[in-house]
């Protein structure tokens, strides 16, 4: 009898091998394929919904909460929107084998670097079924094979769709094996899958800053760390009262359950008469607590705005996912990058300004994946981006930053041509 753990392993040695098929797959079958998955998430997005609603009733009885069930739900519309994801992959240019940095050395040999596939990717994720769908999209046209672990909570939805897949790429000509997914809910599979390093080439955890801490620290292969999003708006003194209130309403209230979503609102004193009222009433309009430091909460008290709360020590540096922001009155633009760079966590910041020398200061000096000036934290996304969708979003600085599209699953190969060449 097959073990779990010898069936995760029989799959990932498929994906390697498809990997290397897949590779070598035309742009054109590969935009076939993703054709395919589109027009199947249409067909049968009803089907998708139904397996969802499953999932969602059955997490909401064992109690899981609002951030998390909003990132669980795929309805039919978000199915019908995933799809048209899918066909915005295809749009985009196939990234494999471009070559760049082309030259000729002075003794004649021709060098340049060609971009290939990672491989295998390993995707170990939580809740959210639409990365089943983004993750296996991104790597067909890039080349490379996945290897799917999604959370139980999904654990219909994402069958459904890991199979959906499968069998429309396999209609394109591709080999089915280059999506695998762990269809298994048995949490040691992903320690046996973190120590995979022969056959997963990168592996990418979505979900809480505990799996991540997790995979990073007991994966044998790289890891695309990345994902937690404590994001600050720094209101400057010349900032438009106006346009910094609707900056951080939807930085907050639009989809307050994703990592990109407001955390923290960082206001100059020389505004905060002007500025906090303005921003307090918009967001408790809109039911959202705040937890202010004790500046900001005498300025919002004489303004009689509600839900405010004294700021507790564990309010700076934490990523709510919920309507929860945390509001502090900083002296300055310095003072308003030292918090970011003690509590940040190099995903997404923004600055509100008028003043151009405060925008170019703030752009240079805050150490993140995506730096605003003047424009939402909400738009740190792989499709926002114009990448189609998104593997994740990575905070590290190595291999990639950011969201992380068809190129960032890349890497290259120096390509030499010579006429005989030895070296002297």
Not at 45 to 67: F, L, P, V, W
Not at 127 to 151: E, M, Q, W, Y
Not at 157 to 167: F, G, S, Y
Not at 311 to 332: C, N, R, T, W
Request: neutral net charge; glycine residues 8%.
């Amino acid at each position: 009898m097959t073990t779990a753990t010898e069936s995760l392993r029989k799959k990932a040695e498929a994906a390697k091998a498809a990997s290397r098929l897949l590779a070598r797959a035309s742009t054109a079958t590969k935009d076939a394929a993703l054709a395919n998955i589109a027009a199947a998430l249409e067909r049968r997005k009803d089907e998708i919904a139904a397996a969802n609603k499953q999932d969602y009733e059955q997490s909401k009885r064992d109690g899981m909460n609002a951030s998390m069930l909003d990132r669980l739900l795929l309805d039919a519309p978000r199915v019908t929107a995933q799809a048209a994801d899918v066909r915005k992959i295809i749009a985009l240019p196939d990234p494999v084998g471009e070559t760049f940095d082309a030259r000729v050395l002075p003794n004649g040999l021709r060098i340049g670097r060609r971009r290939v596939p990672l491989g295998v990717i390993g995707a170990i994720y939580e809740s959210r079924p639409n990365v089943t769908v983004d993750i296996a999209t991104l790597c067909l046209k890039s080349g490379n094979a996945v290897v799917l672990r999604g959370g139980k909570e999904a654990i219909r939805c994402n069958t459904l769709l890991a199979q959906l897949q499968r069998d429309a790429i396999a209609a394109a000509g591709l080999p089915a094996d280059a999506i695998q997914f762990v269809d298994s809910t048995d949490r040691a599979l992903v320690g046996e899958m973190l120590k995979m390093r022969d056959v997963i080439d990168l592996m990418v955890p979505r979900g809480g800053a505990d799996l991540i801490r997790m995979v990073s620290r007991e994966a044998a292969m790289p890891v695309l760390a990345g994902g937690v999003g404590v994001c600050h708006l720094y209101v400057d003194k010349s900032a438009d009262v106006e346009m910094a209130t609707e900056i951080v309403f939807n930085a907050k209230v639009q989809r307050p359950s994703t990592c990109n979503a407001l955390d923290t609102v960082l206001v100059h004193r020389d505004a905060a008469q002007r500025a906090l009222p303005a921003i307090g009433r918009r967001l408790a309009a809109a039911k959202v607590e705040l937890r202010c430091d004790p500046q900001s909460l005498a300025i919002l008290q004489k303004a009689d705005v509600d839900r405010l709360t004294a700021a507790a020590p564990g309010d700076f540096g934490m990523e709510f996912l919920d309507l929860i922001a945390s509001v502090k009155v900083v002296d300055d633009l310095d003072g308003a990058i030292r918090h970011i760079e003690q509590y940040g966590s190099g995903h997404s910041e923004a600055i509100v300004t008028s003043d151009y020398a405060a925008a170019n200061a703030f752009m240079d000096a805050v150490d993140a994946a995506a730096v605003y000036v003047n424009a939402s934290t909400r738009f740190t996304d792989g499709g926002q981006f114009g990448l189609g969708s998104e593997v994740g979003i990575s905070t590290q600085k190595f291999h990639a930053r950011g969201p992380m599209g068809l190129r960032e699953m890349t890497s290259y190969k120096w390509t030499i041509f010579g006429d005989g060449h030895v070296r002297p």
